[in-house]
């Protein structure tokens, strides 16, 4: 069994890259991948782990793109984790990320909710701070009594708090992976068909037509039904199948490593393909 979609405190999980290679091997895992949003810096603590206890560890990264048909996550695996070109887009993204954030400290401190930039950097345990960062903290400073009280009353898009933040055009977040050795591929299709199904397949299309390789079959918010779409539209295309949980640790508490909500088994033979693609 592998993982191919997981986060760390490099940017919004809450387990530290050694502690989510250590889980892993713990869990059984043959192969973890880390896909860090808009950072790889979590990459080079894994693979180091990963060689230690003997699991591999697959580079890794998440992406988060404009399309024509909304904002997508493009997920790169096996990328150059040495790629200076990569790297200055990604402290691009960071920088606007870094602006976007700095604005919703200010609607909250105009709401009367005193937080400061000092104190997410702190709960983020890292160098990016993401909207669960903010929703940590405001949970613990008693402002809302959960974490998803938080996302729906500031945080997600529509929420008093929410500020959209700058996306790669999906052409170009997919040219930086390829371009880096990598492997992109469409993460959590389910979001594209809940938003419009009738143009899934030419969405999908579209995609490959700017040179996506793979798709995110297995997923922990994925019914059979969307397994069976996805594995279909996968056929069809000749897309590589791909499969991970979006593990996040304590701040999505219901997904597991490897396991998703309790059922997902993503064989290692799909990574096995996605390493003949590089090859
Ligand atoms: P950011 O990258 O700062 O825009 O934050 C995006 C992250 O926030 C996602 O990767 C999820 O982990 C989390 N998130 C986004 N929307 C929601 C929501 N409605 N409820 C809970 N968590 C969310
Ligand atoms: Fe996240
Ligand atoms: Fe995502
Ligand atoms: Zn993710």
């Not at 003997?54 to 997508?72: N, Q």
């Not at 400073?141 to 996306?167: C, H, I, M, P, T």
């Amino acid at each position: 069994m592998i993982d191919l979609h997981t986060h760390t405190t490099a940017s919004d999980g809450t387990f530290s890259p050694a502690k989510l290679v250590h889980l892993a091997k713990d869990e059984g895992l043959q192969a973890v991948a880390i896909t860090d949003h808009d950072t790889i810096a979590g990459n080079a603590e894994a693979l180091t782990i990963g060689r230690e206890i003997g699991i591999e560890v697959v580079p890794g990264v998440e992406i988060s793109a404009d399309s024509p048909f909304g904002s997508i996550h493009i997920v790169g695996l096996l990328i150059d984790t040495e790629d200076e070109k990569m790297e200055s887009i990604l402290t691009e993204l960071r920088e606007y990320r870094y602006k976007r954030n700095v604005k919703m400290i200010d609607l909250l401190v105009g709401m009367g909710i005193p937080i400061t930039m000092e104190e997410l950097v702190v709960i983020s345990g890292g160098d990016l701070v993401g909207r669960p960062h903010f929703a940590a903290l405001l949970v613990s400073k008693g402002v809302v009594s959960s974490y998803q009280e938080a996302f729906n009353k500031y945080l997600k898009a529509g929420g008093k708090a929410y500020l959209d933040k700058k996306r790669l055009p999906v052409n170009e977040a997919i040219l930086m992976i390829k371009n880096s050795g990598g492997i992109p591929i469409l993460a959590h299709p389910y979001v594209l068909r809940i938003k419009d199904e009738e143009n899934i397949e030419a969405n999908i299309e579209y995609l490959v037509e700017l040179g996506i390789e793979g798709i995110e079959v297995f997923y922990s918010e994925h019914s059979r039904g969307d397994e069976a779409l996805f594995a279909d539209l996968a056929r069809r295309h000749s897309l590589l199948v791909s499969g991970g949980t979006d593990f996040h640790g304590d701040v999505k508490p219901g997904v597991s490593l490897g396991r998703g909500h309790g059922n997902l088994n993503i064989p290692y033979y799909l990574l096995e393909s996605i390493k003949e693609m590089v090859a």
